[in-house]
């Protein structure tokens, strides 16, 4: 089978690919499509868009896109097992494959439409990694608080509310009858999955951020973001400064209270998410752009892979200090 080659998109339009990921289970090969789309068209069809962490970049597993084998890395190929549907093709955007990683020109271009690409999906996927036994218990404990809450629905429920709480006490006893050393296990639970990789990616930040409608994956189960921002609070645990940031910009109460709704220039989001990771160095201010609100439209500092480290550096600093660069 040939390797699979991208078609070149047009860098004059917000043009944007999809992936069409075909049914299948088991050890069914994972096969799709990869289509052309514009983020500012009428008839842009549904999509999700997958937030995840590569998990390095040996492209060890592949996938058929269009007939032709891409390769894939471990993590990713992962994920696309369990988001897999046996009923229904889904259609995904998935940054490994649907931009051309070989290409830094097109690799900037995507960049600057990162924060549209998410915004308009329908919802955002943030991927956690495979399960264990005290992860699916928590993830359990809050799906069981989430459908308990559908029946008390509310749209004025803010974090200081007691209602969450009082809710999360009522949903105990059942769960109690099947785990009996159930609080350690979810707090062991919740643990593992703020100290996954996921957490500290730069990228994630403006993923979660322009996300406004999302779920938390981890294995086969699934939870609505704005209720997993709660899980802390509910479990009385204090997350490191770093994964409470992440989970204070998640779409949903904890959105609307925390430092975010305050303030986000880029200086903000910068000490904020000062211990972020990233492969390429330059990604720690050009993840951080788009969901700035005084550096998202600056030329000095527009994402462009073909600039060097130091000149990065330099901008921004310039930026920061209200300097104009060049005098």
Known sequence: MQTFRYEPIDFERSTFRLLRL????????IQGELFQAWLNGDDLVPYHALS???????????VTVNGRMLGVTQNLYLALTYLRSQEMDRILWIDAIC??????????????????IYSRADEVIFWLGPATYETNVLMDSLKKLEQKSLENASRKWGLADGYWNDLWLSVQPDLMRRHSDLGTLQHKGLDLLLHRPWF????????VANAKRAVVCSGS?????????????LLQ??????CQAVLDIMPGPS????????????????????ESKASNPRDIVYALLGISSDAHNTDSLRPDYTKGIPDVIRATTLFLFGLIEGK
């Open 22 to 29: 075909f049914k299948g289970e088991g050890h069914d090969d």
């Open 52 to 62: 995840y962490t590569w998990g390095g970049t040996d492209l060890s597993l592949t």
């Open 99 to 116: 931009i051309d990683q070989r290409n830094e020109k097109e690799q900037g271009h995507q960049v600057q439409q990162m924060g549209g």
């Open 200 to 207: 500290e990616r730069v990228w994630i930040l403006q993923e």
């Open 221 to 233: 189960r699934f939870i609505s973001a704005r209720l997993f921002a709660l899980a802390p609070l």
């Open 237 to 242: 645990m204090r997350p490191e400064h770093h």
């Open 255 to 274: 959105r609307k209270d925390s430092w975010w709704s305050k303030s986000r220039d880029l200086y903000a989001l910068l000490l904020n998410f000062r």
